[in-house]
């Protein structure tokens, strides 16, 4: 069992860039999926990036500009996201799955982080 605890987000101008943490101790070290997710206002919750010992993915949408990895040595997991946009602005949610990405099953979830992005 983990829970995941996001951090990092904040206000930016557009074009900024930010680094997203996700404390997920042990688990960083598990096979399992872990992923980031975002809600924006007035939107439902949509996948970013998702990670396990086999493959990592990206929605279209994101890829290019975040990129998702493990920091092993801290133990969490990264979201950085490059050249934000004012519709990057939302809450960022870390997540954690006790199965592979490939079932999209996620278990745990943290409270979210808050990115807000002005032009």
């Known amino acids: 069992q983990v829970q995941p605890v996001e951090s990092g987000g904040d206000s930016v101008q557009a074009g900024g860039s930010l680094r997203l943490s996700c404390v997920v101790s042990?688990?960083?070290?598990?096979?399992?999926?872990l992923g980031w997710f975002r809600q924006a206002p007035g939107k439902e919750r949509e996948e970013i990036a998702v990670?396990?010992?086999?493959?990592?993915t990206y929605r279209d949408s994101f890829k290019g500009r975040f990129a998702i990895f493990k920091d092993y040595q801290k133990e969490r997991l990264i979201l950085q996201m490059t050249n934000l946009k004012p519709e990057d602005t939302g809450m960022y949610y870390c997540?954690?799955?006790?199965?592979?990405?490939?079932?999209?099953?996620?278990?745990?979830w943290g409270q979210g982080t808050q990115v807000t992005v002005s032009s």
């Open positions: 997540a954690a799955s006790g199965d592979y990405c490939w079932r999209r099953q996620f278990t745990y």
């Open positions: 042990g688990y960083i070290y598990t096979k399992f999926c």
């Open positions: 990670i396990d010992a086999d493959t990592t």
